[in-house]
Structure formats: C-alpha cells, structure tokens
C-alpha cells in the first residue's frame, strides 16, 4: 500500500512539474480579446472619483456576465506591481489547478482511500487539455477559478453551521459574478440544506438567492440574452453530448468518441439526479407520514450527507449537469464541436464522477475502477499533449506576433482585429500611456525595417486562399499555406513567422505551425509539429498594397529572414 503511494506521489509531482514548466514557457503578457476590456476597468478603478463609483465600475457587466472575481485579481495584480501583467495572471491562476487537485484529494481522504487513487486525477487536470481557461487571462479567472469558488461555496454551505453559511452566502454571491453558470451554482446549492433537512437554513440560502439574483439583474444588459440559434432537440442534444465528451477528442482527434463520452457522462449525471431526487422526495413523505413511528435516512443520503465533502462533491456534479442542459438550450449548435473554452466542464465532470464512483461501490471494485481510470487518464494525458499543447505553441506566437505589431503599428497581428473598436483603442493607448501596461520586448525579435533585398529571392512555394469567418458580420482573412517548411523546435520560444513588406512598411503574422499527432513520433523527438504552416491575413490587420513574402525563423535566440519571389496583394475590401 505504502509503495504505491509513494509511487503515486512521484508519479503526480512529474505530472505536475511538466504542466507547470509548459505553463511558464507558454505564458506571455500580450492581451487578447477580452483581456484588452480590463485594462479600461484598471484605469476606471483608479479614477473613480468616489468608492460608489468603484462599486458601480466592479459591477458593471463584461459581455452580459457579471465578472467582478476577473476584475478583483486584475486589480489586485494592478495593486502589487503597478501594471497589468497577464502573464503573472496566467501563472498565479494556474495555481487555481493544484487547488482543484487538492479538493478531489480531500474528498477521497474524508472516505478513507488511500492516497494512489487520486492519481487519475492529476492525469486529467494537471494537463493543457482547458487550455483557453490558462493561456488566456480573462477566461482563466472566469471558467477555472468559478470551479474553485463553486467547490469552496458548497464546502461551506455544507458545513451545518450558521457562521458558515454566512461565508458561503459572499461565495455564492462571487460565483454569480465569476462566470456565466454562477447563478446555476448559486441556486444548486438549496440543494444541500433540504437534503440535511435544514429547513431554516434552507429558506435562508433562498433568500440570499433571490437577492443575489435581484442585484445581479438590476443593471443588466439584456440585449446580450439572445443568441439566434436554431432551437431543436437534436442541436441541443448534440451540444450536450459536446460539452461533456469534449475531452474524448484528446484521445485520438475524432468525434465518435466525444459522442460515446459525452453520453456516458450525461447519462451518468442524470441517474444520479433521478436517484438522489427521487429518493430525497419519498424520503421527505416518509418522514412526514404518521403512520410511521421511526423514521431512517435512506443509505444513498445518508452516504452524501455524513460528510461535507461528499455533500458538496455532489452538488458539484448537479452543478455541472444544469450549466450543461443551460448551454445546451441557450448555446445549442448544429454539430458536435470542441470548444476550447469549455473543455474545462468535460474534464470536471470526468474526475468528478470517478471520485463518486469510488466512493459508492465497494471497496473490491475500487482497484478495478481506478486502474481502468488511470489507463484513460494516462491516454487522455499524452493526447493532451498531441493535440492541445501545439494549440498553446502557436497561441503563444501569434500574442508575440501581437506584441510586435502593436509597438510598431498600434494594432494587432494574426487574429480577428480587436483595435478597429475605438473605445478598445482608447483604453489600451491610454492605459500604455500611463505606463499601467506595458508591451514586452524582446531584444532578440523585432520587425525588420530595411526593405527586401529583391536580388536575392529564395523560390518558395506557397498556396493562397480567400475565406470568410462568419463572425461580426462576416471578416475576409487570406491564407497563406506551406507544406514543406519546418524549423528547429529544440527551444520553447523558437517560431516562425510571416513577414509582409513593401518599400514603407513591414508587417508580421505568426505562422501556425502543422501539428503532427503522431504519438510515435512524439515520444521519440517531443517535437509537437510536422512540415508546414498556415498564416492568417484578415481583412483590418494591414493597410492595402502589393507585399513580398518573407519568412521570420526565430530559432535558438537568432533571427534568420528569407525573402521569397511570392507576393502578396492586400486590397482594401471594406467592412
């Protein structure tokens, strides 16, 4: 026993230790989207005149969310040095990971299961699997750390105590304003008095619900509450099976198995729900009835409720049931997808109903249930390296590709152009100005400034395509491919990247590299990408013109260019 523990344990800190190192090589402190809107919070926070108007500012609803968890730790951050610095929000928030981690950790303890079962567990958190809820900043503080005031609001809520049902009312009043399924967790949470048959604290919670909800509607835009989807049962139903199967596509790239995942974890949570509720309610005639004289608690609710860890691990799993039937009516799609921003639900739901079962069946099943876990685990693991850590690679170089086009141009780079909103631009110029953000630099990468030497023009073939991205009313990008082309990855801050020049001006785009999802291959180089790339050109990021294709190689701290006979017309398509 104590062998595999230890095992376990220096199994779990390698695990950990290798998604920490890839979370301080890929963090960058570039904003994106939404991380641009904090900074004109940052700068409203200081300026406001009076403490109310602070107040009114930290209230003020992001994109129809409330997010005043988000705007605190930007804050705070602000506070402590002086500056926003995503990437120190991407560091610190990560640590929001070993936090969940260690919350399965105790639930399994409180059952008395040795330490090694919870090592299935950090094969699926400690991993890049959610990875637009840690590279990204403002999804970071909104999807992780709403998980980690969720589980410490339930803990609360389910400690029988009226001092504690005070800290878990300002919990729940923080989940309402940390993500958008806040007020879902909120409301979940009645659960767990009723089931403890605390009526007082019950009526309580309800009333801290109503007010909660009152306040967070009051000042609510509620021009963001529709999203025009085509409403049926089989968009909803397939948007279902994806958000909680999400995680199989780690496994090998496909989407039949999302599908079987998918069902598997919804149909697991909805008998659960009908288990508990209907034995909660025949439970609550029972009690009532006078022609019974005793009256026991049913084993499966005396099981959930002895312990307040076990108490609030199931409302995590109601919790995560009812955001993904609310995704599913409010977000339905018309495919399976594997939306990275809600990857985070498929991977909670999975360590959260293997904690269940092995709290629920017998010990002698136990070892059968966490070996099976950890061979998916581990298989889920290494697919997250396959194919989500080439995501976080080139995420990465396209924010530094950002960097680079905002000190030079004042705009950004490889994406969906944010600083064509001028209210963005302003806050971003101003928040530069006064030095409350400032750009990275790095001395080793700048845009060159010299033109092109067209003497020497190396023969390069490239494919071009003009598309659409159905976003904001349709954006024009034109995409410039390669199949050949590779570069040393022997170093994490090696890229490559696009170079646009003419005889005034040099523009750069981050060159997606090709993943290479050969597991082989992986294990034997740890390269995450094959030949070729694609690089994105959208319609806002550079002005009309005729540009000569270059090549950027940024390898080993060492900068190479290659100028290419290609060129490139940019015309000037309008919004």
Not at 87 to 110: D, N, P
Not at 312 to 331: D, E, K, N, P, Q
Not at 357 to 380: D, W, Y
Request: glycine residues 6%; positive net charge.
């Amino acid at each position: 026993m104590k062998f595999f523990n230890y095992l376990a344990a220096f199994l779990l800190f390698s695990i950990a230790f290798v998604f920490y190192r890839f979370v301080f090589q890929n963090a960058v402190n570039v904003p994106y989207f939404d991380d641009y809107a904090y900074l004109e919070y940052i700068i409203k926070f200081t300026d406001a005149p009076t403490f109310q108007a602070f107040l009114q500012a930290l209230e003020f609803k992001h994109n129809g969310h409330g997010v005043i968890t988000a705007k605190l730790a930007f804050w705070v951050d602000y506070l402590l040095t002086g500056q926003v610095n995503y990437r120190t929000l991407i560091l610190a928030g990560s640590l929001l990971v070993a936090i969940l981690f260690g919350y399965f950790w105790k639930v399994l303890s409180v059952n008395k299961l040795p330490f090694y079962f919870v090592f299935p567990v950090g094969l699926f958190l400690f991993t890049p699997a959610y990875h637009e809820n840690i590279f990204w900043a403002a999804a970071l503080w909104q999807y992780t750390a709403s998980f980690v005031v969720g589980i410490i609001t339930y803990y609360l809520l389910a400690v029988p105590k009226w001092g504690t049902l005070a800290g878990a009312i300002v919990g729940g009043y923080l989940l309402t304003y940390t993500n958008g399924n806040g007020l879902f967790g909120m409301y979940v949470g009645l659960l767990m008095p009723l089931l403890q048959y605390r009526y007082r604290a019950a009526l309580v919670w309800l009333l801290a619900c109503i007010l909660t909800t009152v306040a967070f509607y009051w000042y609510y835009p509620f021009g963001f509450g529709s999203l025009n989807q085509d409403k049926s049962f089989k968009n909803s139903l397939l948007t279902l099976l994806s958000f909680f199967g999400a995680g199989a596509s780690y496994l090998r790239g496909r989407l039949p198995e999302v599908a079987v995942l998918g069902g598997a974890i919804t149909l697991a949570l909805l008998t659960l729900a009908s288990w508990v509720g209907g034995t909660f309610v025949v439970s609550v005639f029972r009690q009532r009835s006078k022609e019974l004289s005793t009256f026991s608690r049913p084993t499966i609710l005396t099981f959930f409720t002895k312990q307040p860890e076990n108490l609030s691990l199931l409302a995590l799993l109601a919790w995560l049931l009812i955001t993904g039937l609310g995704v599913a009516t409010a977000r339905a799609g018309q495919a399976l997808e594997t939306p990275a921003r809600y990857m985070i639900y498929s991977v909670m739901a999975m360590v959260a109903l293997y904690s269940t079962l092995l709290i629920l069946v017998p010990q002698k099943v136990r070892n059968f249930v966490a070996v099976g876990m950890t061979l998916f685990g581990g298989l889920f693991f290494l697919g997250t390296y396959l194919f989500a850590a080439p995501e976080v690679v080139n995420f990465r170089n396209s924010l530094v590709a950002d960097a680079l086009s905002l000190r030079a141009h004042g705009r950004v780079s490889g994406k969906l152009e944010t600083m064509t909103n001028s209210v963005t631009k302003k806050y971003f110029d101003e928040s530069v100005q006064r030095k409350m953000y400032v750009l990275p630099l790095d001395t080793s990468l700048t845009i060159p400034t010299t033109r092109a030497d067209t003497t020497k023009l190396s023969v390069v073939p490239f494919t071009h395509q003009v598309d659409t991205l159905p976003a904001y009313g349709g954006i024009l990008i034109q995409k410039i491919a390669n199949s050949s082309i590779a570069i040393d990855q022997s170093q994490a801050k090696n890229a490559l990247f696009v170079l646009l020049t003419n005889d005034s001006t040099s523009y750069i785009s981050a060159a997606r590299l090709t993943p290479s999802h050969d597991r082989k291959a992986f294990l034997k180089t740890r390269n995450y990408f094959k030949e070729g790339f694609e690089a994105w050109v959208f319609q806002d990021n550079v002005l009309p013109g005729t540009y000569q294709l270059g090549l950027l190689y940024h390898e080993n701290g060492q900068n190479r260019i290659v100028y290419t006979s290609e060129k490139l017309v940019v015309k000037n398509y309008g919004k």
